[in-house]
C-alpha cells in the first residue's frame, strides 16, 4: 500500500505551471533542435552585428520598430491558431489512452529524468504550452503598445536624444530575441508532434498487450 501512496502522492508535487516548466525537457534534450536555435541565435546576432556596424553605422531604429511590428502581428497568428493545434493534439493523446497505461507510466521511473514516465509525456505536452502562451504574451503586448501611436511609442518619442543609442540596442536584442524564439517554437512543434506519434504507438502496444495476454489465459 505504501508504495501505491507513494506514486500518488508523487503526482501532486507540482503546484504550478513554472514548477513544471523547470523540470519539463527543454530544446536542448535533442541536439538536433538545439543546433538549429543555436545557428538562428547566431545567424540573427550576426545580421544586427553587421547591419549596425558594417553596412550602415547610422541606422535609423524605425527599420527594426516596423520589423518588431510585423513580426508581432505574425505571431499573434501564428501561435493562436497552432495553440489550438496542441490543445487538440493533448486532448486526443488524454482521451485515446487506457486509464490502465497511464497508471503503468506513473509507476516507472523515467531513465533520464527523475520523475515517472506519465510525467515525462505530461511535461513534454505542457513545455510546448508554456512556450506558445509566453510566446503568444509577449506578441500581444508589443501588438497592443508598440503601435505608431501605441504607449510604448510615445514614450520612446519622449525620451532624451542621447537615449538613442540605448533604445536601438534594446530593438535589436528584440530582434534577435523574437526571431530565434520563432525558430524555436517551429522546432518544438515538430517535437510535440513526435511526442504525440509516440504516445499512440504506446498505446497501441499497451493495448495489444493486453489482447495477448487474455487470448493466452484462454483454454
Known sequence: ??????????????????????????????PFNLLIAILSFLFLLAFVIWDRYVFAPSIDAINYVETIRSWASLGINFSSTILGFLLAGFTVFATITNPRLFVALAKADHNDFPYSELKFAFFSFLNVFVNYLSFLSLVLVIELLGKQEGVISVFTSQVAPKLATHKIDFLQFLFVGIGTWFIVLVLKLKSFIWSVYQAMLLTIAYEGEKLEDEASEKP
Not at 500500500?1 to 535533442?30: C, H
Open 1 to 30: 500500500m505504501k508504495n501505491k501512496m507513494d506514486w500518488k502522492d508523487n503526482l501532486f508535487t507540482e503546484e504550478n505551471l513554472w514548477t513544471i516548466y523547470r523540470q519539463s525537457p527543454g530544446v536542448a534534450r535533442r
